[in-house]
C-alpha cells in the first residue's frame, strides 16, 4: 500500500445537519468514517513526511523491481502506525530528534545535486569502490573493475540474473525496526546490492564512499534528505570486507539529514567485516541502522569511528541463525562540539556456543556535547557455552 492512498484512513468528521431535518433509520451518526483505533495511532507529520517522500521517488525513477517494491509497501504500511519518537520513548529517552522534527524536510532530486566535475573517484586505489551521492549512485566516480567471477556489486535495478534477485527478496526487509528504518524504506531509490556467491573470497576491500552534497546554510529551516540503502550478501563460505563511509562539509556546519540502511546476511561459515567511518559536517543529522542476520559458525566484524553530525545515532541488532557464531563490535564516538553521538546495539542469541565482544569508547570535549550508549545482549533459553564480552 502506498502513501498517496492513506486519505481513506485519515479520521473525517461527518458533515453535521440542521436541526429539523430526520435521519434515514439505516443511518447511524459516528465521529469518524474510520476505526478510531487507527485514526489514534497515525501520526499526521509522518503521513505527511512519508507521502513526500514517495512522491519524489515516482517522480524520478522507473518501475522498481519486485524487492524494492516489496520494501517500500512494508514500509508504507508500517508508517500507519508508527509516530514520530519523543524522550517519552523507551529508545530516545537522551536523544531528543525534535531538531529534526521542526526541520522543513526536502526530498533531494538528483537533478538539483550540483555538478560531479568537481569531484573524482579515489585515487590511486586499487580497491573497488561505488559513490553514492545524496542517495543516488554515480557511476561516473565509480571504479568496481577486478572483482571474482560471480560477485555483483551495483544497483538492484540494475541487476539480470533471476536467482540473485529471488535471494534478495528473501532478505530485504527481513527486519522491522523504528521509524526511520521505515522512511528509509519509503524514499530509498535503490538498493545498493553487495552479492558475494558461495565459496568465494573478495581479497581487495570494497570502498562505498558516501557523499552529502545538498546542503543547507546553517540558519535555515530546510533540511534536505537522502535515503541510502546497502543489502550485503555473503553466501555460504564467502567473505568480504566493506568500507562504509559518509563525508560531507569538510568541517562547515552546513545542514542535511543523512537516514541510511544497511542489511546483512553471512551465510554459513561466511565472514563480512565491516567498517563504519562518519566525518559528516557538524550542522548534518546522520540516522543509520544495521541490521544482521548470523548463520552457524559465521564472523561478523564492525569497527566504527564517529566524529561528525550534530546529531548521529547508529542502530545496531545483530541476530544469530545458528551455532558457533562470532560477533565483535568496537565503536568510538567523539563529540568535539553541540553534538549528540548515539549507540544503541542489540544482540539475540538463540543458538548455543555464540561468541561476543563489544567494546565501545567515547569521547565529549565540549561542555554542550553528548554521547548517549545503549548495549544490550539478549541471551534467549537455548544458548549454551556462550562467551559474551562488553567494555
Not at 431535518?21 to 503521513?47: C, G, K, N, W, Y
Not at 509497501?73 to 537522551?94: G, I, N, V
Not at 560531479?116 to 568496481?144: F, T
Request: hydrophobic share 35%; net charge negative; aromatic share 6%.
Amino acid at each position: 500500500m502506498s502513501i498517496s492512498a492513506l486519505d481513506s484512513y485519515i479520521p473525517k468528521l461527518c458533515t453535521p445537519r440542521s436541526s429539523g431535518e430526520r435521519l434515514p433509520q439505516t443511518t447511524r451518526v459516528r465521529a469518524f468514517a474510520q476505526p478510531q483505533t487507527l485514526a489514534i495511532l497515525s501520526d499526521p507529520h509522518v503521513l505527511r513526511l512519508a507521502e513526500t517522500l514517495e512522491d519524489s521517488i515516482a517522480s524520478s525513477s522507473a518501475s522498481p523491481p519486485p524487492p524494492l517494491q516489496k520494501l517500500r509497501d512494508f514500509s508504507s504500511q508500517s508508517l500507519l502506525s508508527t509516530p514520530w519518537p519523543s524522550r517519552k520513548d523507551e529508545p530516545f529517552r537522551f536523544t531528543d530528534t525534535s531538531f529534526i522534527k521542526n526541520s522543513d524536510i526536502q526530498p533531494v532530486n538528483p537533478s538539483q545535486t550540483q555538478s560531479l566535475d568537481s569531484l573524482s573517484a579515489l585515487p590511486d586505489s586499487i580497491s573497488p569502490n561505488l559513490a553514492i551521492v545524496d542517495g543516488y549512485l554515480a557511476d561516473s566516480l565509480s571504479q568496481i573493475s577486478g572483482l571474482p567471477d560471480g560477485v555483483f556489486v551495483g544497483a538492484l535495478s540494475s541487476l539480470n540474473s533471476e536467482a540473485i534477485m529471488e535471494r534478495v527478496s528473501k532478505y530485504v526487509s527481513n527486519f522491522q525496526g523504528d521509524m526511520f528504518w521505515s522512511l528509509n524504506g519509503v524514499g530509498a531509490p535503490d538498493v545498493l546490492l553487495v552479492y558475494v556467491p558461495e565459496g568465494c573470497k573478495v581479497e581487495n576491500p570494497l570502498h562505498l564512499r558516501f557523499l552529502s552534497l545538498n546542503r543547507s546554510d546553517k540558519d535555515s529551516k530546510t533540511l534536505p534528505i537522502s535515503n541510502p540503502r546497502v543489502l550485503v550478501l555473503v553466501e555460504r563460505g564467502g567473505e568480504i570486507s566493506v568500507v562504509e563511509e559518509y563525508v560531507g562539509g569538510d568541517g562547515d556546519d552546513r545542514c542535511y539529514w543523512t537516514n541510511s540502511v544497511m542489511e546483512v546476511y553471512v551465510g554459513d561459515g561466511g565472514k563480512l567485516q565491516h567498517s563504519y567511518i562518519q566525518t559528516q559536517s557538524l550542522g548534518a543529522a546522520h540516522v543509520k541502522w544495521t541490521s544482521v542476520l548470523q548463520e552457524s559458525k559465521s564472523i561478523y566484524e564492525l569497527s566504527e569511528v564517529s566524529t561528525g553530525g550534530k546529531l548521529s545515532r547508529h542502530n545496531v541488532h545483530v541476530q544469530q541463525l545458528g551455532p558457533d557464531t562470532v560477533t565483535e563490535l568496537s565503536t568510538f564516538h567523539l563529540s568535539l562540539g553541540d553534538q549528540l553521538q548515539d549507540l544503541h546495539s542489540k544482540l539475540v542469541l538463540d543458538h548455543p556456543r555464540g561468541y561476543s565482544r563489544q567494546l565501545h569508547k567515547c569521547i565529549v570535549a565540549h561542555s554542550l556535547g553528548q554521547a548517549v550508549f545503549d548495549g544490550n545482549v539478549q541471551v534467549n533459553r537455548y544458548p549454551s557455552n556462550t562467551l559474551l564480552y562488553t567494555i
